[in-house]
């Protein structure tokens, strides 16, 4: 089965930036859509940016020009680049796959921006 581990959380001030690793492990088919969700307390969970195999993407109006999707398919990576933090960003992360016709989700890990 495919396994999905997040890293690169942390806290950080109001404009910073952090960079989001998602590791994926298992048989991924080439054709592909990873993810990235985020969920604050009293929130659904909601897209914040995907990309697929081809590398075609897409974004919440909330965070396009500042964040930035990529994957690196030799390293089994996905990341994701967040530039101009603000408090509004504060969530948990979540990493998503889908593959093979199946989701894949990622344990998350905490954003936290400061005022």
């Known amino acids: 089965q495919v396994q999905l581990v997040e890293s690169g959380g942390g806290l950080v001030q109001a404009g910073g930036s952090l960079r989001l690793s998602c590791a994926a492990s298992?048989?991924?088919?080439?054709?592909?859509?990873a993810g990235w969700y985020r969920q604050a307390p009293g929130k659904q969970r909601e897209l914040v940016a995907a990309?697929?195999?081809?590398?075609?993407?897409n974004y919440a109006d909330s965070v396009k020009g500042r964040f930035a999707i990529s994957r690196d398919n030799a390293k089994n990576t996905a990341y994701l680049q967040m530039n101009s933090l603000k408090p509004e960003d504060t969530a948990r992360y979540y990493c998503?796959?889908?593959?093979?016709?199946?989701?894949?989700w990622g344990q998350g890990t905490q954003v936290t921006v400061s005022s």
């Open positions: 998503h796959l889908f593959s093979s016709g199946r989701d894949y």
């Open positions: 298992g048989m991924i088919l080439r054709f592909n859509t």
């Open positions: 990309i697929t195999s081809g590398r075609s993407t």
